[in-house]
C-alpha cells in the first residue's frame, strides 16, 4: 500500500509519472479502514503493523493495551500475559480463551502466599490487600463469587451441569471483573505490575 503521486507528465503518451510514498499509502489507508469500523461499531482497529486488533472497551484498555506482569512466579506471569494478549484479539474463540487462561492464572494466584492450602494463601493474600475491615469483607466476597462463578460457567470445566457463556459481552464482563481484583491484588502485594 504506498500513496501515488504525479511528479510529471508524459506528453507523448499523455500519463503521468509516479512515484509511491508508501508510509503516507499505508496511514491514510489504515485511517480509512479505522474509519470504517468506527461507523459500523465495531471495535476493531487496523495497527500500524497491519494487523487488526480488538479494542477493548475504555474501561480497561489502557491497562490491556500495556500492563506487564512480574509476579515472582513466571508461570502466573506467562498465564497473565496470554490472558491479556488473548483479550485484545478480534476472534471471539481467542477472547475465550483468554477468559479460561485468565482464570487458570487466579487459581494460581490463589497459592502464591504461604499457608496451609489453598483457602489461606488467599486469605493472607487479601488481608494484605485490605487492612480495613469493611473492605476487606468486599474483597472477600468478591473472591469468593469469582470462584464461585468459574466454577459454575464453562470457563475452565466443561461438564454438562456448567453453563455455556452464550455472549461475548458475558466474556468481556467476566473478563474484566476478574482482571481488575487480580490487578488490585497483585499490586497491593508488592508485584511488580507495569501500565
Do not use: C
Not at 74 to 96: C, G, H, N, S, Y
Not at 166 to 171: P, S, Y
Request: overall charge negative; proline content about 4%; aromatic content about 10%.
Amino acid at each position: 500500500m504506498a500513496k501515488p503521486t504525479s511528479y510529471g507528465f508524459h506528453s507523448f503518451y499523455k500519463h503521468d509519472h509516479l512515484s509511491f510514498n508508501r508510509e503516507e499509502g499505508q496511514a491514510e489507508f489504515r485511517s480509512r479502514v479505522n474509519q470504517l469500523f468506527a461507523r459500523a461499531g465495531l471495535a476493531y482497529e487496523l495497527e500500524e503493523h497491519g494487523q487488526v486488533v480488538r479494542v477493548a472497551p475504555p474501561v480497561l484498555q489502557e491497562s490491556l493495551r500495556s500492563t506487564t506482569f512480574s509476579t515472582g512466579d513466571r508461570d502466573l506471569d506467562a498465564m497473565l500475559e496470554t490472558a491479556r494478549v488473548k483479550f485484545l484479539d478480534p476472534d471471539p474463540r481467542i477472547r475465550q480463551e483468554s477468559l479460561e487462561k485468565l482464570w487458570d492464572a487466579w487459581e494460581r494466584l490463589k497459592t502464591l502466599e504461604p499457608g496451609k492450602d489453598k483457602e489461606a494463601s488467599m486469605q493472607a493474600m487479601l488481608d494484605r490487600a485490605s487492612p480495613e475491615p469493611k473492605f476487606r469483607t468486599v474483597l472477600d466476597y468478591e473472591a469468593q463469587e469469582l470462584t464461585r462463578i468459574g466454577n459454575s460457567f464453562q470457563i475452565r470445566h466443561t461438564e454438562r451441569s456448567q453453563t455455556l457463556l452464550a455472549l461475548n459481552e458475558h466474556v468481556d464482563y467476566l473478563f474484566h471483573r476478574l482482571f481488575a481484583l487480580i490487578l488490585l491484588l497483585l499490586r497491593l502485594n508488592g508485584s511488580q505490575v507495569g501500565v
